[in-house]
């Protein structure tokens, strides 16, 4: 049989010498395997696995990193001497001491004989399976880390199981030779190599291959080197999120320290793999480099659970710079609210044994994808403002609940306090396996003492209809006034003192920016109060220029489509659109000769704001172009996206079909516009305010064959 010798580097498994290893001394070979591996029943699923995946086979034992090889040492196939290469990872540093350990037993060999020679190889072997097994589960928190840990984890479970068997080789060999040096001695042919006194253990041999390695890194020559720290703010990100990726270039130091780069900026080569896409092949230290996960397959299917992996490579001359890697993971979209019930408490029960008062409240967390179905399967934190926590799991409908016990104990010396919760996702992954992004929410429970009374309702806008988060409510009557806000849900609660039987008339006041004040007079009956705020008039002023010259657009064209419909002609590239309406979603399209249009929609939230228009040249349309001028992002409209779909979309003969339009941000209080017609005349239409999910449905009852339904839909 034709094998290759190791030549003091990590040499490949040969069958035939395993075989050879466990037919001449079976018992010894266990008995060293278990010393060596510390539990050897735990390496046999690990052989089983290997072997039934073919590893040996597709990926045979060959070069890893600048030590890790038949034949290999420091970067270099030379038998005599190392090269100048340090090693790349934890694991490559096990394989640099294992190389040494190999060159001083052939150095011992040549003066005790191949007897010893191979017994310290053995030992070499066990060693470089413990330190193997010693290294953290996870490659990626190697000192230093491994740039591919799939792979290093591969490699580590070779040396991890099969230098066992190696190992026994090794150890069935010394033994062959030394009984041979006997048979020899004993007919005169060949006298004794073997001093019989061994120089030394395991641990020696270990001490001096830790020498020798560090007198390598001391030695002159040896090429410095780095590694690009990869980082991002977040690694799991949506479907289109962009995020940033930065690196840092970081010498990578073993025993001995290199020497830095003073001024020199290397730039990394980039590339991507997975659903995502790169703003820019190459990083260079503390530049930004964005990344936009994108949809698989063109498109046609989702990217949910899929890893996106950017590698950071450099080729220099006189210094080594490691394969650096990120991963991220692309998940889907969830949304989470939290209720509580009671929202608020005013009535105290005493106990029996005249404890204080206490209330269970019951908390609810639903957790929903962008189709408003429930997510199960996922972990969430309840946590209350004074840090206590709680533990739930989404189980049908995606609700999570809590029972909180409040008491009045916890108001103190005030009239009123609100109780704050917040959830959070402490999982991202539903029982069906869907990779989710993190998602939080919080409510508030208000506790009133018995002599107070909750004044409650609902701030809606007047001319849209949805309601309105962040009102200011306030609340004056003969005791003094309190205060308030609307929640997400356009919601007010206000604890307002009261004396025994007395229920005064009370004044109360709502007022938001970009909208008159209301006033309404209530009592403390328990009835809830519905208050409309009027939106202010707002004007929209802007400006259209080229985006590579950046000068104005005289002659240019802005046309409106929402709220109204109006075609503008600047004035030296200049605009104003008059008539407007806090609360309106503008919708309005720039156009000029021989540029590309750019449409943008979304609602105004401010009595004036102003905005730039920035065309490229070109026929068609524009991905991009709307520049913030003089208004800051928060005056700016909210910018949304309409989808529509029909479910069934191919329905049978009198099958009713439901269909849904949905905007994108997903939001609460946007009116949408769906109308039918059919080819048989029949027409149906709705007119509604977006859920929470920013969703609307229209109903079309069944058809017989062969009639089609157009679909038209817009936000009003």
């Not at 270990?206 to 690694?235: I, Q």
């Not at 105004?604 to 991009?624: C, D, H, N, Q, Y």
């Not at 229209?698 to 038209?712: E, N």
Request: proline residues 5%.
């Amino acid at each position: 049989m034709n094998c290759q010798r190791s030549n003091a580097r990590l040499g490949r498994l040969c069958l035939g010498f395993v075989m050879l290893a466990l037919s001449v001394t079976v018992a010894a070979v266990l008995v060293y395997a278990q010393d060596a591996t510390l539990e050897l029943s735990k390496d046999v699923p690990t052989f089983v696995k290997m072997t039934a995946k073919g590893l040996w086979e597709w990926e045979p034992l060959t070069k890893y990193g600048n030590w890790y090889g038949p034949g290999y040492w420091g970067g270099s196939n030379d038998k005599t001497s190392p090269g100048n290469k340090q090693p790349v990872d934890a694991l490559d540093a096990v394989a640099m001491r294992h190389d040494f350990a190999y060159q001083i037993a052939e150095e011992q060999g040549k003066i005790h004989g191949k007897a010893e020679e191979q017994r310290l190889k053995a030992y070499a072997d066990a060693i470089a399976v413990m330190e193997a097994k010693g290294l953290p589960k996870d490659p990626r928190d190697w000192d230093p880390p491994a740039a591919d840990p799939e792979k290093a984890a591969r490699y580590r479970d070779r040396i991890g199981f099969g230098f066992v068997y190696y190992g026994g080789y090794n150890y069935a060999k010394s033994d062959l030779y030394s009984s041979y040096d006997k048979f020899l001695e004993v007919f005169g042919k060949k006298p004794a190599t073997s001093s019989g006194i061994l120089p030394f253990g395991p641990g020696g041999l270990d001490e001096m291959a830790a020498k020798r390695a560090e007198a390598w890194f001391k030695g002159k020559g040896v090429r410095p080197m780095y590694r690009f720290d990869l980082t991002a703010p977040k690694t799991l990100i949506a479907e289109w999120e962009k995020v940033s990726i930065t690196g840092q270039l970081v010498p990578v130091e073993h025993k001995v320290p290199v020497s830095g780069l003073g001024d020199t900026v290397i730039v990394a080569d980039l590339k991507v793999s997975g659903p995502g896409e790169l703003s820019a092949t190459k990083l260079s230290p503390g530049v930004p480099v964005v990344l936009t996960a994108t949809r698989r397959w063109y498109g046609l299917r989702s990217s949910n659970g899929y890893t996106i992996t950017v590698t950071a490579s450099n080729k220099a001359k006189t210094f080594d710079v490691l394969e650096s890697v990120i991963r991220f993971t692309v998940a889907a979209k969830a949304v989470m609210q939290l209720s509580a019930e009671p929202q608020a408490v005013n009535e105290w029960p005493m106990d029996t044994v005249g404890f204080l008062p206490c209330v269970d409240v019951t908390l609810r967390a639903k957790l929903t994808n962008l189709d408003n179905k429930g997510i199960e399967g996922i972990s969430v934190e309840l946590k209350k403002d004074d840090g206590t926590t709680y533990d739930a799991t989404t189980g049908p409908g995606g609700v999570a609940t809590w029972t909180v016990q409040l008491c009045e104990s916890e108001i103190g010396d005030e009239w009123s306090k609100n109780v704050g919760f917040s959830a959070r996702m402490n999982s991202t992954t539903a029982s069906d396996g869907t990779v989710y992004m993190s998602d939080s929410a919080s409510t508030n429970v208000v506790l009133t003492k018995q002599e107070t009374k909750v004044i409650g309702g609902q701030v809606r806008d007047e001319l849209h209809g949805y309601l309105l988060k962040g009102a200011s409510v306030k609340i004056e009557g003969p005791n003094g006034s309190q205060t308030g806000k609307t929640d997400s849900s356009g919601w007010f609660h206000v604890a307002v003192p009261e004396g025994s039987g007395y229920r005064p008339t009370l004044t109360g006041t709502v007022s938001m920016k970009g909208y008159d004040s209301a006033t309404f007079t209530a009592t403390t009956d328990g009835r809830s109060y519905n208050v409309g705020l009027q939106p202010l008039e707002a004007t929209v002023t802007g400006r259209v220029v080229d985006a590579e010259k950046k000068g104005l657009l005289d002659g240019s064209t802005v046309k409106v489509t929402q709220p109204f419909d109006s075609l503008i002609f600047t004035e030296g590239g200049r605009f104003t659109i008059t008539g407007l309406y806090v609360g309106d979603t503008l919708t309005m399209t720039a156009d000029a000769f021989n540029h590309k249009a750019y449409t943008k929609s979304g609602k105004i939230t401010l009595e004036s704001a102003s905005i730039t228009f920035s065309l490229p040249p070109g026929k068609g349309t524009a991905s991009g172009g709307l520049e913030e001028t003089e208004a800051e992002a928060k005056d700016l409209p909210k910018i949304h996206s309409l989808m529509v779909w029909a479910s069934p979309a191919d329905p049978a003969s009198y099958q009713d079909v439901i269909v849904t339009a949905q905007i994108f941000p997903p939001e609460a209080g946007i009116l949408i516009e769906i109308s039918m017609r059919g080819t048989d005349k029949y027409t149906t239409s709705t007119t509604a305010m977006t859920n929470a999910m920013g969703k609307v449905f229209l109903h079309i009852p069944g058809a017989g064959s062969g009639v089609l339904d157009a679909i038209t839909v817009r936000i009003v």
